[in-house]
Antibody, heavy 119, light 104 residues
C-alpha cells in the first residue's frame, strides 16, 4: 500500500534553515508529484509548492518565493522541502502529500513534521 | 487570487443527523474542488475530488456536489467518528478554505 513517511520534528533558531524529507513507498515514485502544505497552530492549510517527481518540474507559492526549495532524489523515492530565513511565523506542521501528476488533489499524505522556530 | 470561503465555521449535530457544509469560491473553479477531513493530530484525508467523486475507501454517507462557485459536502447520517475539521481545496493555486469544524 502507499506509505509516505516524513522526517522527525525540528527546532530551529530564527534566521536558520530547515530541510524536511518525505520518503514514499508502495507506488512508482516518478509517476506522481509531491506537494508540500503547512499548518500553523490553529490555522488553515497553506499550500507551499510541488515537484513533479518524474521530470523535476516545480512550482512554488508566491508567499514563499525565494525562501523555499523543493527537490527530489528518485533513487531514494524521497522528496525534500527546504525553507530558509526562518522566523516564528514559520512554526507549523509541514506535510507532504502525493498528487496524481497534472491534477490538483492530494490523495495520500505523510504524517507531518513539526518545525518549531524559537530563540 | 481566488479565495475559498467555508461556512459555517462550526456545526454541532447529533449522531444520525445530516450535515451540510458549504464552500464558496470568489471566482469560478468549474468542478475542480476537493474535500478533506482532518482529525486532531492527524494529517488530512482526501474525501471527495472533482466536486462529487468519492476517493478510494470513503464511505457512501459522504457526498459532494456543486460547480462554478458553490460547492457542498454532505454527510448523510453522522457517525461519532465524523467529528473533524473539513477543508475544501481548489485547483487554482491549490488553495484551501478556512475549514468547518463538525462536532458530534
Amino acid at each position: 500500500q502507499v506509505l509516505i513517511v516524513q522526517s522527525g520534528a525540528e527546532v530551529k533558531k530564527p534566521g536558520a534553515s530547515v530541510k524536511v524529507s518525505c520518503e514514499a513507498s508502495g507506488y512508482i515514485f516518478t509517476t506522481y508529484s509531491i506537494h508540500w502544505v503547512r499548518q500553523a497552530p490553529g490555522q488553515r492549510l497553506e499550500w507551499m509548492g510541488w515537484i513533479n517527481a518524474g521530470n523535476g518540474d516545480r512550482q512554488y507559492s508566491q508567499n514563499f518565493q525565494g525562501r523555499v526549495t523543493i527537490t527530489r532524489d528518485t533513487s531514494a523515492s524521497t522528496a525534500y522541502l527546504e525553507l530558509s530565513s526562518l522566523n516564528s511565523e514559520d512554526t507549523a506542521v509541514y506535510y507532504c502529500a502525493r498528487n496524481p501528476s497534472g491534477w490538483y488533489y492530494l490523495d495520500n499524505w505523510g504524517q507531518g513534521t513539526l518545525v518549531t522556530v524559537s530563540s | 487570487e481566488n479565495v475559498l470561503t467555508q461556512s459555517p465555521a462550526t456545526l454541532s449535530l447529533s449522531p444520525g443527523e445530516r450535515a451540510t457544509l458549504s464552500c464558496r469560491a470568489s471566482q469560478s473553479v468549474s468542478s475542480y474542488v476537493a474535500w478533506y477531513q482532518q482529525k486532531p493530530g492527524q494529517a488530512p484525508r482526501l474525501l471527495i475530488y472533482d466536486a462529487s467523486n468519492r476517493a478510494t475507501g470513503i464511505p457512501a454517507r459522504f457526498s459532494g456536489s456543486g460547480s462554478g462557485t458553490d460547492f457542498t459536502l454532505t454527510i448523510s447520517s453522522l457517525e461519532p467518528e465524523d467529528s473533524a475539521v473539513y477543508y475544501c481545496q481548489q485547483r487554482s493555486g491549490f488553495t484551501f478554505g478556512g475549514g468547518t469544524k463538525v462536532e458530534i
